[in-house]
C-alpha cells in the first residue's frame, strides 16, 4: 500500500479495498457461498475443519515445554502459529463456520434469503465437523500425543481440560470476543489485494483471541475430541511416560465437551454476525431515505 490518502485528483491511492467496498465484496461473498450445492458446501467445510485443526496442533506443539516462559509470551507464540488454521481457509480456500457468521450483510441487504443463510451455515458447520473430527482420528492414528515422551499429549490434555471445566457465562462471552476477532480479521482480508495483504491482516486478530484465551468452537471441536481420545485410548505407556493417571483430568468428559462446543457456537454466532456483520452492514449498506 502506498502512504499517500490522495493523488493530484483527489482519489485514493491506497492499494487495497477501502471499508465501503469490503463491506460489498462481503455481501457479495455471502450470495455467492449461499448459491453453492449442498455437497459444495459441505467439502469446503470439511477442509476447513481441518485447516483450523492444523493450526491446533501447530498451537499444541508449541505450548509444549512452554512453561519456563511468561505466560503471555507463551500465549502470544501460541497464537501466532495458531493463525496457520485461518491463513489456509482464506488463501487455500475453504469454508469456516465462524467467518460465515459475516453472511448475515447479505441477508440484511436481502441478498439471500434467511433459509437461504440457516441452509449454508448448517452445511459448512456439517462440513467443519466432519473436517476436526476426521483429523482427531488421523493424529491420534499416528501417535502424536506420544511426541516429547508424552510431553504433547499433555498439553492436548490440560488444555482440553481447562475448556471443558470453564462455566456457561465466561464460556459464552469468551466465544463472544473470540468471533469478534476472527471476523474482523476475515472482513479485512476482503480488501486485501494480494496473498501476502491476505496473511498479513489474518494473524494479528487470530493471535490476540488465542493469547486472550477466547474460545473458538470449530478449534474446540478438535482440542475436546483429541483429548478425550487419549483420555480414553492411550496405552499404559503414555500415563507411564508423562506421571499421570485418566482419572488426573475430572472435567475432561464427553459432557463437558460437548457443553463447551454448544456454548462456544452460540457465543461465535453472536459476536461475529451481529457485533461485526450486522454493525458493518448498518454503517455501510442500509438503505436511506
Given at each position: 500500500m502506498t502512504d499517500a490518502p490522495n493523488n493530484a485528483l483527489g482519489r485514493s491511492t491506497i492499494d487495497a479495498l477501502l471499508p465501503p467496498d469490503m463491506a460489498l465484496a462481503c455481501e457479495a461473498a455471502g450470495a455467492s457461498k449461499a448459491g453453492r450445492d449442498a455437497l459444495a458446501l459441505i467439502v469446503l467445510g470439511l477442509l476447513a475443519g481441518a485447516f483450523i485443526a492444523l493450526g491446533a496442533i501447530f498451537m499444541t506443539v508449541v505450548l509444549t515445554g512452554a512453561d519456563a516462559l511468561p505466560w503471555g509470551v507463551a500465549r502470544l507464540l501460541?497464537?501466532?502459529v495458531f493463525s496457520l488454521g485461518l491463513i489456509l481457509v482464506i488463501v487455500?480456500?475453504?469454508?469456516?463456520?465462524?467467518?460465515?457468521?459475516?453472511?448475515?450483510?447479505?441477508?440484511?441487504?436481502?441478498?439471500?434469503?434467511?433459509a437461504a443463510l440457516l441452509r449454508a451455515w448448517s452445511l459448512v458447520?456439517?462440513?467443519?465437523?466432519?473436517?476436526?473430527?476426521?483429523?482427531?482420528?488421523?493424529?491420534?492414528?499416528?501417535?502424536?500425543h506420544g511426541f516429547g515422551a508424552g510431553a504433547v499429549g499433555r498439553t492436548v490434555l490440560e488444555v482440553a481440560a481447562a475448556k471443558a471445566a470453564l462455566?456457561?457465562?465466561?464460556?459464552?462471552?469468551?466465544?463472544?470476543?473470540c468471533n469478534v476477532l476472527v471476523c474482523l480479521a476475515v472482513w479485512m482480508s476482503f480488501g486485501a489485494r494480494s496473498m501476502t495483504d491476505k496473511?498479513?491482516?489474518?494473524?494479528?486478530?487470530?493471535?490476540?483471541?488465542?493469547?486472550?484465551?477466547?474460545?473458538h468452537s470449530i478449534a474446540n471441536l478438535y482440542l475436546l475430541p483429541y483429548g478425550l481420545a487419549i483420555k480414553a485410548w492411550a496405552g499404559p505407556e503414555f500415563w507411564a511416560s508423562i506421571g499421570q493417571m485418566a482419572g488426573a483430568y475430572p472435567a475432561l468428559t464427553a459432557g463437558g465437551a460437548l457443553h463447551n462446543i454448544v456454548v462456544a457456537t452460540i457465543g461465535n454466532l453472536v459476536g461475529g454476525s451481529l457485533m461485526v456483520g450486522a454493525v458493518y452492514w448498518f454503517v455501510y449498506l442500509r438503505k436511506r431515505a
Open positions: 501460541a497464537g501466532v487455500g480456500g475453504a469454508e469456516l463456520f465462524t467467518g460465515d457468521s459475516l453472511m448475515i450483510v447479505a441477508c440484511a441487504s436481502r441478498r439471500i434469503t434467511l458447520y456439517v462440513g467443519n465437523i466432519g473436517g476436526a473430527l476426521g483429523t482427531v482420528a488421523l493424529v491420534f492414528l499416528a501417535g502424536q462455566p456457561t457465562i465466561q464460556l459464552f462471552f469468551l466465544a463472544v470476543l496473511v498479513m491482516v489474518i494473524v494479528p486478530p487470530i493471535a490476540a483471541f488465542v493469547a486472550a484465551g477466547f474460545e
